[in-house]
């Protein structure tokens, strides 16, 4: 069956770094777009960056443009957000998400925490 497992989550101060991973299984990874999700709490989730199949063009949100760089290894069918300059509204949960033949799944999440 499709999982999804993130970590690399955790706390970290204003403009500091960290960098999400996701292992996928269960499906062709490498066939999919994938991407990461975040919801805050008391928010709606929201799309955070895509990575398409093949080319592996890329996509942000506004709040995180030039900051996060998404990327995948085919490979070992993981996916990667890797976190800068990070601030105290990048604070939520994280999620890995894919549709796949009309079905969306979901990864139990990672907790990103931004605080001094």
């Known amino acids: 069956q499709v999982q999804f497992v993130e970590s690399g989550g955790g706390l970290v101060q204003p403009g500091g770094s960290l960098r999400l991973s996701c292992a996928a299984s269960?499906?062709?990874?490498?066939?999919?777009?994938i991407n990461w999700y975040r919801q805050a709490p008391g928010k709606e989730r929201e799309l955070v960056a895509s990575?398409?199949?093949?080319?592996?063009?890329?996509g942000y949100a506004d709040s995180v443009k030039g900051r996060f760089t998404i990327s995948r290894d085919n490979a070992k069918t993981t996916l990667y957000l890797q976190m800068n300059n990070l601030k105290p509204e990048d604070t939520a949960v994280y999620y890995c998400?894919?549709?796949?033949?009309?079905?969306?799944?979901w990864g139990q999440g990672t907790q990103v925490t931004v605080s001094s």
């Open positions: 998400h894919a549709r796949i033949k009309l079905i969306s799944y």
């Open positions: 269960g499906f062709t990874f490498s066939s999919y777009t």
């Open positions: 990575i398409t199949s093949g080319a592996g063009s890329t």
